[in-house]
């Protein structure tokens, strides 16, 4: 199986060479146009324990690997980093099914996947000839740049370098940063918003010069971001872990379908559902959940995107994004026509929308149902549920959860309901007191405390430790100075 670029059909590129590089060089992503030849036996993999799932689907994903360098990958990127031999286990509230995302090292569902990441690029470069050392540059709005940091920390053959915003992400953010240990992480902050480190990450990217002296010191740059397809690959995994899970428990017999519900931002988890439906997974109707940043409950309505809108700063801020780049993997999957992507991409790159055909929005029809949430709803749902059956969520599982309950009446003839859970509620502490109608403290350690003893359930030791930590990284610098910065720091040899 070869993977190509979305808006050409002459960039094909092995799995190894789709993850090293991250992203196609005409600016598409790597994708598939079906997974029918993958040949899967999905029925054999629900006998399995997590990880042996996860080296079936990832080496069936990713045909670049063998079983048993997949086996050695997903041992050694998943050992001791999560807090349950499961990974991600299910729990049953209400009639609902929760699916636990968040027990890895940052509390983030991003860790299931970047846990896997870092090796699968490393030995993505060795099958690609490469032995260059794998520089990361990462800018993050918060979530991404720590779940990365832990992900490649003392991965052999890599260094991790994240910019983020100085005064614009939370207190516990930055501390998750600037206290990381490793010997080849490092933090640091710039002097603008989100978007200007973006920005600045991208120009360093596109900048021939600075490739070409790191390449003579055998340094190559590369991006961990939600684009890659060894980021995807990983999330398949935990739908047939829910799905064998409620056989287990007798909700449902082998071969009925089951609805998933997903808080979605970049489209990347949602559209793993997707390809785990591909597979073969009896999947239902895959619930598209936004917050009031709804631009995909518009599309998904309407067969039209717009990005043209006010953005909204929410609650649940790992979903507020207008335009979710995964989207486009879904849109060559149906359309699986790069010139067609190409055009609706270089539509959105000028207006800012695109509409699709009518074929392709009634095939979207089938296979999403959306429905959005805003801040009100989210903390009304987190309020409800644990009064009504002593389970907490944090914001992002509480839009997940009141959408999911929207689809159940809309539709009452629904397939049980797998809800993701995709962070912990101690990582939002003070809007999930808000919600379950408790004050907030002086800070957020503060808040995690009272949270802890107001409903009696655990704080995640990587959060209620961050206090107590050293502040490793203390670099603030000026946009400008971003590119001079990398290539100061890729030079020197020990960080
Ligand atoms: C990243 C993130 C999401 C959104 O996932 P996508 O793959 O971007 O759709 C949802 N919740 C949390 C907590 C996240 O960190």
Redesign the pocket.
């Known amino acids: 199986m070869f993977y190509q670029s979305s808006r050409s059909d002459d960039l094909t590129a092995t799995s190894a060479k789709s993850i090293l590089e991250g992203i196609a060089p005409d600016g598409g992503l790597y994708s598939v146009k079906d997974l029918d030849g993958v040949g899967f036996d999905w029925k054999a993999v629900l006998k399995m324990d997590t990880r042996s799932m996860a080296v079936k689907i990832l080496s069936a994903l990713l045909p670049s690997f063998s079983e048993e360098e997949m086996r050695a990958i997903v041992e050694a990127g998943y050992h001791e980093k999560f807090d349950t031999e499961e990974l991600t286990p299910t729990v049953s509230v209400g009639e609902d099914t929760i699916l636990e995302l968040f027990r890895g090292p940052t509390s983030?569902?991003?860790d299931v996947a970047l846990s896997l990441l870092p090796r699968l690029m490393v030995a993505s470069g060795h099958k690609c000839g490469s032995t260059d050392e794998i520089l990361i540059l990462t800018a993050t709005s918060g979530?991404?740049g720590k779940a990365a940091m832990e992900g490649f920390r003392d991965v052999p053959g890599t260094r991790i370098l994240v910019f983020y915003p100085y005064g614009s992400v939370s207190q516990v953010q930055e501390l998750q940063m600037t206290t990381q240990e490793g010997k080849n992480v490092l933090a640091c902050a710039v002097k603008g918003n989100f978007d200007d480190a973006q920005r600045g990450v991208k120009n360093i990217f596109g900048n021939a010069l600075i490739a070409e002296e790191l390449k003579k010191n055998a340094i190559r740059l590369s991006s961990a971001n939600?684009i890659n397809i060894g980021r995807l690959a990983p999330q398949v995994v935990y739908y047939f872990k829910a799905y064998a899970d409620l056989i287990q428990k007798g909700t449902i017999l082998l071969g009925e379908k089951v609805d998933f519900c997903?808080?979605?931002?970049?489209?990347?988890?949602?559209l793993a559902g997707y390809f785990a439906k591909e597979l073969g997974l009896p999947v239902g109707k895959l619930i598209c959940a936004s917050n009031a940043n709804n631009v995909l409950t518009d599309f998904l309505s309407t067969g039209r995107f717009d990005s043209r809108r006010e953005f909204f700063r929410t609650e649940?801020p790992?979903?507020d994004?207008l335009v979710?780049s995964?989207l486009e993997r879904m849109l060559f999957m149906l359309c699986k026509d790069a010139a067609q992507v190409s055009n609706m991409m270089a539509s959105l790159k000028s207006d800012g929308v695109y509409e699709v055909p009518e074929q392709i929005f009634n095939r979207l029809t089938d296979i999403f149902w959306p429905g959005c949430c805003g801040d009100e709803g989210t903390e009304q749902s987190i309020g409800e549920v644990w009064k009504q059956f002593g389970y907490l969520m944090?914001t992002?599982t509480a839009v997940a959860w009141n959408v999911a309950q929207q689809y159940k009446k809309a539709n009452p003839d629904h397939a049980p309901v797998v809800i993701l859970s995709?962070?912990s509620p101690y990582k939002f502490p003070e809007a999930v007191l808000r919600a379950i109608g408790e004050s907030k403290g002086k800070d957020p350690f503060d808040d995690m405390e009272k949270l802890k003893e107001v409903t009696g359930t655990a704080v995640p030791k990587n959060l209620s430790g961050l206090r107590e930590r050293p502040v490793r990284h203390h670099d603030v610098i000026e946009c400008k100075d971003m590119a001079d910065y990398v290539v100061k720091m890729a030079l020197k040899k020990a960080w």
């Open positions: 983030a569902f991003k979530d991404t939600s997903v808080p979605t931002g970049n489209f990347g988890d949602i649940s790992s979903m994004i979710p995964n944090d992002h995709t962070a």
